[in-house]
C-alpha cells in the first residue's frame, strides 16, 4: 500500500493501482482501480466523478509526466431519460487540442425500434466536426439486436431517401449490415449479412442460418463431452459445426463442404467420444 492506495503486481509484471477506503474518497469511488501499468511502465490512469461515472482517461509512456492522450467523458445530464449514460467521449492530444469526439445516442422509451437505454447509434467527428464515421442500432421489443448499419450502411440509406429514425424495419433491412432474426428461446437462427451473397439474385446478402441441439448422453457438468451443437449453414451451403462442452466451452469444429468434404479441427479440451457419442456421424 502507498499513499492510501493499493497495488498488486500480476505475473507478468502489469501493476494495478486501486484506492483505499478513506473516508475522504467518495463512497462509490473506494477500492476502484485507478491506474494500470503494462511491464515497459506505459501508463493508463483513470478519474471518476464523485457519482462513480468515468470522467478521463490518461495515458501516458513510461517516465513521462506529459499525457500521449486524454479521453474526457461527458455524461447525459440529470434531465435526459437516459441520465447516467457516456454520452461523448472527446479525444485530445496530451496538450489537450481536441482531436475527435465520439458521441452516443440512446432510445428514449418512444420508439418502436428500441427500449430505453438501448444504444441507437455512435457517431465519430473530427474537431473541425467532420463526419468520420456513423453507426446505427435497431432491437426487438425484447432489447435483441435485430439490425446494425456501418458507415457505408448509414450512407447507402441517406442516399435512399431512408431515415433510418422512422422507416419500417422491412424499409431498413435491405440497407443494413447485418439483420439477426431469433427463435422462441432468444437465440440468433438467422443473420442476413451485406456484401455475403448474390448481388444478381439476392442483392448482395447472405443469408447465415443456425440450428442448434443437445446431446442426450452427456454426463452431466462433463467438461470433455459434448453437450451441445450450433450448426452454422453459410450462404455456399457450406456447414459450419461446432461442439461445445457443458460450459460452452468448443471441443471440435467441423466444416462440411457441399461437395460432401469434411474437416475436422479439435481444440485444446479432448472430446471424449466414448463417454457421449453423437447418435449420428459429425
Known sequence: MSGGQYRYRTASGTVFTFNGFDESIPEVNRG???????????????????????????????????????QDYVSLPATDPNAGKVGRIDVR??????????????????????????????????????????????????????????TDAVRRATAAGIDLATATNTSV??????????????????????????SSCTGGIGTFTYAYATNPLAPAGSLDAWATKTTETRPDGTQRIVYSNARTQPMLEVIRTTDGGVTRKRTGIILDECKAKDRHNP
Request: with cysteine.
Open 32 to 70: 476502484r482501480v485507478v491506474a494500470q501499468a503494462d511491464p515497459s511502465g506505459n501508463q493508463t490512469v483513470y478519474s471518476f466523478n464523485a457519482d462513480g461515472s468515468i470522467a478521463r482517461v490518461t495515458s501516458l509512456l513510461a517516465g513521462q509526466t506529459t499525457p500521449v492522450e486524454i
Open 173 to 198: 433491412a435491405p440497407f443494413a449490415t447485418n439483420v439477426y432474426g431469433y427463435d422462441a428461446q432468444g437465440r440468433v437462427v438467422r443473420r442476413d449479412v451485406q456484401g455475403a451473397g448474390c
Open 93 to 150: 492530444r496530451g496538450d489537450s487540442t481536441l482531436v475527435r469526439s465520439v458521441s452516443y445516442a440512446y432510445y428514449d422509451g418512444t420508439s418502436a425500434f428500441g427500449t430505453l437505454g438501448d444504444l441507437a447509434g455512435i457517431t465519430v467527428r473530427d474537431a473541425a466536426g467532420t463526419l468520420l464515421d456513423a453507426q446505427a442500432y435497431r432491437y426487438t421489443a425484447g432489447s435483441q439486436v435485430l439490425a446494425t448499419f456501418d
